[in-house]
């Protein structure tokens, strides 16, 4: 979990706002969920088929032709699916080292040291926030940028597999050999817990397909369907427990069915912010209209700066977070990696916030935390 959801709920309930008394806390994510979410639930709840089943089916199928890749392989979580690509190319003796940005979230860079893989941490670009450019990677070294904010990095490649948790569309051919997707419950698209593979690569999503049940050769759905043949099945790779139910995925298909209102409820928001934050507070990575807009960070001048402007923020009941802490501070990952300097992801850090940025929130919100901002800055 990244933060931004138990962020989002910690506040009072009753709060003085900038001249108008709100009657809730502004949340810093949340998710868009309606009727064709619950009645996408029950049905599965009430065909009697919870798992493993044809709903999964469906949200994969959809998943790729949108996401413009060929195979897309459910698992339950992000995380789950970058260790079943990291326990693949292992397999395959093909990943030995694994690059990383320091501005990202932990979860694959854990996953790849417990597949045994060696992670060398870099720097990010000053102006998209990303791991944008790389010499031609090693042998045995592959990269994984972070699609910022859920802006699709620029750096492709055989040997990239994009960290995509928060990008969600607008979708575009990539240059890549897998991308992991995440529909963890703050997500664009979310359907509580859940995650996607995607590759042009039929033998890893093959693998895939094994692995993250355990490594039994067919799925519980294609095993009911042969249970009359022979009732042996066979284990052929080391899998994990990483499937997805078909009750997520009625709610991942529901979602789907409703991107296009997801993706433009954002850009809104994210062009209120960007007519309203005063001059000392500016959207970080720049180019917010380049992607879904997962999340809302914004820079202030200095680190003095942005922590009057959290206080400031959480005084008025306003979920803030920061996207991410970066590795090279996270304890458990000290001596475990390598790093090169990362002066500029430190900087950035040190004096970003991310602001509330879901379907839920109005303008008026908006522009009251922009003038809250703006009030913290005040000298
Ligand atoms: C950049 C990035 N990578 C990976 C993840 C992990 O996603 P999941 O919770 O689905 O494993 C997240 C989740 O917030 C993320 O932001």
Not at 55 to 74: C, N, P, T
Not at 100 to 114: E, K, R, Y
Not at 148 to 170: E, N, Q
Not at 213 to 226: E, M, P, S, T, Y
Request: aromatic content about 6%; glycine content about 10%.
């Amino acid at each position: 979990m990244d933060g931004a959801q138990l962020g989002s709920r910690a506040c009072s309930t009753e709060v003085q706002g900038l001249g108008s008394m709100r009657s809730a806390p502004i949340r810093l994510a949340a998710p868009t969920l309606g009727e064709p979410e619950e009645r996408a639930v029950l049905d599965v709840l009430r065909s009697g088929w919870l798992t493993n089943g044809p709903v999964v089916q469906e949200f994969e199928k959809r998943y790729a032709e949108l996401s413009l890749w060929r195979h897309a392989v459910a698992t339950s979580s992000a995380t789950a699916a970058a260790r079943l690509v990291f326990d693949y190319l292992v397999g395959a003796g093909e990943l030995r080292r694994l690059v990383v940005p320091d501005l990202t979230f932990c979860g694959p860079a854990i996953q790849a040291l417990h597949a045994g893989v060696d992670v060398l941490v870099t720097d990010i670009d000053p102006a998209t926030l990303m791991l944008d450019r790389w010499a031609a990677p090693a042998e045995g070294e592959w990269l994984m940028p972070t699609d910022y904010a859920g802006r699709p990095s620029r750096l492709s490649g055989p040997k990239v597999i994009f960290d995509s948790a928060a990008f969600h569309g607008p979708f575009l051919k990539r240059r890549g050999y897998a991308a992991i997707t995440s529909f963890y419950a703050n997500k664009v698209v979310t359907c509580a817990e859940g995650g996607m593979l995607l590759t042009d690569d039929p033998e890893l999503a093959a693998y895939a397909r094994r692995a993250r049940l355990h490594g039994i050769a067919i799925d519980a759905h294609g095993r009911d369907a042969k249970s009359s043949g022979g009732l042996l099945y066979d284990v052929e790779v080391l899998g994990q427990k990483s499937n997805l139910t078909d009750v997520a995925a009625a709610i991942g298909l529901a979602q789907l069915a409703r991107l296009p209102e997801l993706l433009r409820r954002r850009q809104e928001l994210a062009d209120e912010y960007a007519r309203n934050l005063p001059a000392g507070a500016v959207p970080a990575g720049g180019e917010p209209g380049r992607g879904s807009n997962y999340i809302m960070p914004v820079l202030l001048g200095s680190p003095a700066e942005r922590d009057a402007t959290v206080a400031a923020l959480r005084r008025a009941g306003i979920g803030v977070s920061l996207h991410y802490p970066p590795l090279t501070t996270l304890t458990a990952l000290k001596g475990r990696i390598a790093a090169e300097p990362t002066p500029v992801t430190h900087d950035v850090a040190g004096r970003m916030v991310s602001l509330p940025m879901h379907g839920g929130l109005t303008r008026e919100n908006v522009r009251e935390i922009c003038a809250t901002i703006a009030r913290a800055l005040e000298p």
